[in-house]
């Protein structure tokens, strides 16, 4: 039952930065662990990082050492933190709440596109 919208997608340089943003609304935010996704045409959509209510993170082997996942429990809010941006970065990318399992959660952002120039 947990609405997402995110925003803060755009067009970087590589090695520039960008900041995304996924605001929930509709259920209890902070006991809700939380997850980014993305998803380039023709593949399949692959973790980027999750994070629990205590704040544990945890990220792809892609992203590791670049990105960071926060959140801001009073906000409703889970950011990601996007530096040293590289094309193979480019995609949609998707918030997701309330882990099931795996891949599959409760609900889903409507996602925001990531381009990122050479």
């Known amino acids: 039952q947990v609405q997402l919208v995110e925003s803060g997608g755009g067009l970087v340089q590589a090695g520039g930065s960008l900041r995304l943003s996924c605001t929930a609304s509709?259920?209890?935010?902070?006991?809700?662990?939380m997850g980014w996704y993305r998803q380039a045409p023709g593949k399949q959509r692959d973790l980027v990082a999750t994070?629990?209510?205590?704040?544990?993170?945890n990220y792809g082997d892609s992203v590791k050492g670049r990105f960071t996942i926060s959140r801001d429990n009073a906000k409703n809010t889970v950011h990601l933190q996007m530096n040293s941006l590289k094309p193979e970065d480019t995609a949609v990318y998707y918030c997701?709440?309330?882990?099931?399992?795996?891949?599959?959660?409760?609900?889903w952002g409507q996602g925001t596109q990531v381009t990122v120039s050479s």
């Open positions: 509709g259920s209890i935010f902070s006991s809700k662990v």
């Open positions: 997701a709440a309330d882990r099931i399992r795996g891949s599959i959660w409760a609900s």
């Open positions: 994070i629990t209510s205590a704040g544990s993170a």
